[in-house]
């Protein structure tokens, strides 16, 4: 049984991955996690400079997932070289970093940079964020015009010779637009799904809970969406497709992988059980042993 995944130039040893967002820059979860098992550690977003988030509070449960309005808090792309690299540098699975900008050029801006400063080849690709629903600039405004989405992928790709993978919104009339603008843009993947746009109201106070009003909403509650989106897109491009957005189990790993996702990555569930993860990747292991699959191309050809 070979499950690795091999998206442009490289090569990842399985189809599990973390999201963005929910796994910080991995320290934060050395101990509570057997991080050569995953497969794929998304980072969370780098910026240019460091950002210091939205007012708080900024993250709220909702009645199955939660609310986030973080503002993309990072701590720029110099504090990343200097403090997260180094230990990412020692780990054994992938590393992809999330990059997030305000305009065209500071996605080009922090790729470049980080390109320059990563001498020992410790990043494996890039997870470009145009989904984003909690900040003003870059982000959603982005990724909702097909045409910024194709001309973002093609200025990225002239920029690196690594991977550079289109994470998608879903808060689109049809996603398949994007995704097709992000394949002809030379995106060697496109993941999908970020957060749906969401609120939550105090009704006694008469104020939104989150001072951003709105937020993105993860979580069990979007795993329809997100698989019906994955489904389509698979069939749209020719490209691979990360699939994410609800997983809580092995099995909602498995009905990705047979919508056509070729990878997933397991979120919001890390904050419920840090080792999700590693049990969600032995089930599709399981799933695939149970019916005799070699490949991740043979999940795809299960479903009619």
């Known amino acids: 049984m070979d499950l690795s995944v091999k998206i442009g130039s490289e090569t990842f040893a399985n189809p599990l991955g973390v999201a963005s967002g929910t796994f910080g820059y991995g320290s934060e979860y050395e101990k509570l996690i057997d991080l050569p098992a995953i497969g794929t550690l998304y ?3 780098v910026t240019p400079r460091p950002r210091p988030g939205n007012s708080i509070p900024r993250i709220i449960e909702t009645a199955s997932g939660l609310l986030n ?6 701590v720029g792309m ?6 997260k690299l180094p230990f990412l540098a020692t780990l054994s699975c992938s590393v992809v970093v999330n990059v997030a900008g305000d305009d065209p050029d500071e996605y080009r801006e922090v790729v470049e940079y980080l390109d320059r400063h990563d001498a020992a080849n410790t990043i494996k690709g890039y997870e470009v964020n145009i989904s ?4 003003k600039c870059g982000g959603l405004a982005l990724g909702t015009d097909p045409r910024q989405v194709e001309e973002l992928t093609r ?11 289109m994470k998608l919104t879903p808060n689109v009339t049809d996603i398949t637009v994007p995704a097709r603008a992000a394949e002809a843009g030379g995106a060697d993947a496109v993941s999908c799904i970020n957060t749906l746009v969401g609120m939550v109201i105090d009704t006694r106070l008469k104020k939104t809970v989150l001072p951003a009003g709105t937020g993105g909403l993860s979580g069990p509650a979007i795993f329809p969406v997100a698989l019906a989106m994955v489904y389509r897109t698979a069939r749209t491009v020719t490209i691979p497709v990360i699939g994410l957005g609800g997983i809580m189990t092995a099995d909602h790993a498995v009905q990705f992988l047979l919508a056509g996702a070729s990878a997933v990555q397991v979120g919001t569930a890390n904050f419920v059980d840090p080792n999700i993860a590693v049990d969600v990747l032995r089930g599709i292991e399981t799933y695939a042993e149970t019916e005799r699959l070699t490949t991740i191309r043979d999940f795809h050809s299960l479903l009619d």
């Open 132 to 135: 984003c629903p909690n900040v």
């Open 69 to 74: 309005s973080i503002g993309l808090a990072n």
């Open 78 to 83: 110099a504090g990343f070289i200097e403090q």
């Open 43 to 45: 980072t969370k977003a």
């Open 155 to 165: 200025l990225l790709k002239k920029t690196t010779d690594k991977p550079i993978i």
